[in-house]
């Protein structure tokens, strides 16, 4: 501790401490100027310089979920149907992706197979292919196999963009796992899927809660397949509030309201699954326990 | 694992049970539509008009493409783009990263509060910095003009629009980079510090000596995702730029989307998606195999 008592090192903390706050300041001031903005009338927006004291006004969080004012207005049904779509597609997809990345994630981490590098490069590069390069193919494939427009088709795109990272994610949380715990039930006459299923996976409960957030995250937000295959009835929240910045103008209160509305379910999953977080982002490559 | 013999073929029953419908999901989703996608970018063909048929065009689109200056120029922006972007993100979510895995009060709160913008969709988090950086009534400008600075016009002028874009990706992504930093620095053992503690060396002779080369493999996956991510990044200029001024921040997927959706040009389409998925695999590979290399050492 005596190198911390000497000047130049606690004036390299102020500093160091400056930075951190200078970086909150970066960091949340725009997502707290996206609350605020949720709040405010189409005039109070505009306003020059910018208020901070303001009447609120609800009509940007009155149209995403089709009550109040615009409770009958044609446009918010529209935004509330597609919330619908993002809620069933996302929890949806996140589950089957997650419980596939589960299962190949295990036999990763404990089989050596043929082709084992192979694979997992080929997983992971799904996860690096650029959305728009397979949309070409897919805007064809999609309306041929009548999948286009629809929930179903939306639920596979999920699926596909998540299952790599699953994969990988599981991997790291399966390898922190020691081998002993199913040398020991083999050794005892248990079967390896029983003490796949009765053990292990028990053990990394905290990491499929984390893998979930992620690929939550990922199909939640997801934006450039929804907007190419979808057109009209399974729109995502994402997709339409983009599309709903057309006749008028851009309709900035309902973009920030559906913006709040969009963060808060993925807020609190964060807030569940912190401590899992920081366990599973290593992706086992620090080969520690 | 020393396992006894008759147990080999239940390892074998699981490894192609727990297998086979991510393989067969994977090769569905992506082997079939890249085997479609090279085909068609040696064809002239619109989805359009699919009555007007296919017919062969060899190398015609790849020629096309790589004489065409406007896409050069793509592929120039998105280059900028990716080189400011990950420098910053880098070193913002390697500082920040640092900052948070000492234990403090109110830790689990702020670290929670700082990954807000990388929950946010891309497209909202486009169209909220358009907001605040308009010339006009955006509040950056009347924060600039607040300390004596001018307006800017951010996304009136190609350079501008560019560091913003940056910017806001920065502001997006950083907290991603700082996750994975304080995942990696808090895997470090706590005696290997108290070691370098007891030799007295600086907290600086620490961190670059210590810390950053003992988390290396993991900011490196944090370096590969970003970088990857980067160069295809398509949603954030639907909605933050329109791929404007002009076409001045139009990336390359931006141009792919543009040639097969906007003008339907399947053929010319398909075959910069080859480009471009050429040079995203490539990269990965490179790097992945470095990774490999570092895992060994």
């Not at chain 1, 609350?35 to 303001?54: G, N």
Request: glycine share 8%.
């Amino acid at each position: 501790m005596s190198a911390s008592n000497t000047g130049s090192a606690r004036i390299t903390r102020w500093v160091l401490f400056g930075l951190l706050v200078l970086y909150t300041i970066y960091n949340l001031g725009p997502i707290l100027w996206l609350v605020i903005s949720s709040l405010k009338s189409r005039a109070d927006l505009f306003a020059m310089p910018p208020k901070l004291v303001f009447t609120p006004d609800f009509s940007g969080y009155q149209s995403v979920f089709g009550i109040g004012a615009a409770k009958d207005s044609a446009a918010s049904i529209g935004v509330f149907r597609s919330l619908i779509t993002s809620v069933l597609v996302s929890t949806i997809g996140t589950s089957v992706a997650v419980m596939l990345g589960t299962l190949a994630g295990y036999v990763c981490s404990r089989f050596d197979f043929r082709g084992k590098g192979d694979f997992m490069f080929f997983v992971l590069s799904t996860r690096m292919l650029p959305p728009v390069a397979v949309l070409v193919f897919y805007h064809m494939m999609f309306a041929q196999l009548g999948l286009a427009d629809t929930r179903i088709g939306l639920i596979l795109i999920a699926v596909f963009i998540n299952v790599g990272l699953a994969t990988w994610i599981m991997k790291g949380f399966f390898d922190g796992v020691p081998r002993e715990v199913e040398q020991i039930a083999i050794v005892n006459g248990y079967s390896r899927m029983y003490a796949f299923r009765k053990l292990v996976l028990p053990m990394v409960k905290g990491g499929i809660a984390a893998t979930a957030g992620f690929c939550f995250i990922f199909s939640w937000n997801e934006y450039a397949f929804a907007s190419i295959l979808t057109t009209t009835k399974a729109q995502t929240l994402p997709v339409k509030i983009s599309t709903a910045s057309g006749a008028t103008g851009i309709e900035w209160t309902q973009i920030c309201a559906a913006g709040v509305v969009l963060i808060v379910p993925v807020l609190i999953f964060f807030w569940l699954i912190r401590k899992h977080l920081l366990m599973g982002m290593t992706f086992g490559v620090l080969g520690r326990k | 694992m020393e396992q006894p013999l008759q147990k080999r073929s239940t390892g074998r029953l699981m490894i192609i049970g727990f297998l086979s419908p991510t393989i067969l999901l994977l090769l569905f989703m992506v082997a079939y539509p890249i085997i479609s996608l090279v085909y068609y970018s040696f064809h002239n063909f619109s989805a359009m008009r699919p009555a007007d048929g296919m017919t062969w065009a060899g190398l015609g689109n790849y020629e096309y493409l790589l004489t065409d200056r406007g896409i050069w120029q793509r592929f120039v922006f998105t280059g900028k783009f990716v080189f400011l972007c990950v420098t910053m993100q880098m070193i913002l979510g390697i500082f920040v990263g640092y900052q948070l895995q000492k234990t403090f009060k109110g830790r689990d709160f702020l670290f929670t509060a700082l990954m807000l913008p990388m929950m946010l969709s891309p497209v909202v988090a486009g169209f909220l910095w358009r907001y605040m950086l308009n010339a006009e009534w955006g509040v950056v400008n009347y924060l600039l003009t607040g300390i004596g600075l001018p307006k800017v016009e951010w996304l009136s002028q190609a350079t501008p629009a560019l560091w913003a874009a940056a910017v806001v990706d920065t502001w997006m992504w950083t907290p991603f980079i700082a996750l994975l930093a304080t995942a990696a620095f808090r895997g470090i053992p706590e005696t290997i510090y108290e070691a370098a503690e007891v030799d007295g060396a600086s907290p600086a002779y620490v961190f670059f000596r210590v810390t950053l080369p003992m988390s290396a493999p993991v900011l490196f996956i944090a370096l590969i995702l970003r970088l990857i991510d980067c160069f295809k990044q398509y949603d954030l200029f639907v909605a933050f730029t329109g791929g404007g001024p002009g076409s001045s921040t139009e990336t390359v997927s931006f141009a792919v989307a543009k040639t097969a959706f906007s003008y339907f040009y399947t053929g010319e389409a398909s075959a910069l998606a080859v480009i471009l998925l050429c040079i995203i695999m490539g990269l990965a590979m490179i790097l992945v195999r470095h990774l490999s290399k570092m895992g060994e050492r």
